[in-house]
């Protein structure tokens, strides 16, 4: 499968709990965005890639969430001290410069606060 | 108010039905726009891709731009219970951008 791959699916976690995603874009795609996804709502963007530079974070992003993308092809994003609010899907994209923005989506990580 | 709007219906029909999907958006700076399909708990599936306004048609699926309305649709023909999920639509300025979503539209196609 050449598609877009995220690690974990589902992740449940305690409040105040440190936990990392990971996110597999596909292959020779330089672009790679975080979105999430709460219930009955649409993705919101929060931060974006191009090659290894983060070069735009929403105001969602807080100073607890932190993404890297170190080589420029995986990406990895942390959040420390987990709220309850923090619970929802997070979303991995990728596209090619010059793809015409088609941003293709991988399958989501769940994340539960409890 | 959203950037962009779009009602999240649920929206139930019979098999064979001519489906209209529709949103709205204010900023007059989006070029590009596009329609995703999202089954439960899984991640969105890109449908349709559309610069600027037009139509295009691809099988059962159309997508309509509107740039003067600032009004997109999506239409499924003959459509189907395994068309039943939430349609997304998104849509951005262009360049790298990131997309904006509508909050997505629940679809039920009934047998």
């Known amino acids: 499968d050449t598609g877009v791959s995220q690690d974990p699916r589902h992740k449940i976690t305690k409040r105040g709990q440190n936990v990392t995603f990971r996110c597999d874009p596909i292959s020779e795609h330089n672009r790679l965005y975080w979105y999430r996804q709460t219930l009955g709502q649409g993705p919101e963007f929060l931060t974006y890639f191009q090659n290894e530079a983060q070069l735009e974070k929403s105001r969602l992003l807080s100073d607890r969430f932190s993404a890297e993308r170190p080589k420029g092809s995986f990406s990895t994003l942390e959040i420390q001290r987990t709220e309850q609010g923090d619970s929802a899907m997070y979303l991995c994209?990728?596209?090619?410069?010059?793809?015409?923005?088609?941003?293709?989506f991988g399958p989501g990580t769940r994340l539960t606060v409890l | 108010q959203k950037e962009v709007e779009q009602d999240p219906g649920p929206l139930s029909v019979p098999e064979g039905a001519i489906v209209s999907l529709n949103c709205t958006y204010s900023?007059?700076?989006?070029?590009?726009f596009m329609w995703y399909r999202q089954y439960s708990r899984k991640g969105p599936e890109l449908l349709m891709y559309?610069?600027?306004?037009g139509n295009k048609e691809d099988g059962r699926f159309t997508a309509q731009v509107d740039k003067s309305s600032k009004y997109i649709s999506l239409f499924i023909r003959d459509s189907q219970p395994s068309d039943s999920a939430t349609y997304l639509c998104a849509m951005g300025p262009g360049g790298y951008n990131k997309l904006i979503f509508g909050a997505g539209t629940r679809l039920a196609v009934h047998p």
């Open positions: 559309t610069y600027s306004s």
């Open positions: 900023n007059s700076a989006f070029q590009y």
């Open positions: 994209a990728s596209s090619l410069k010059g793809g015409g923005d088609t941003q293709y």
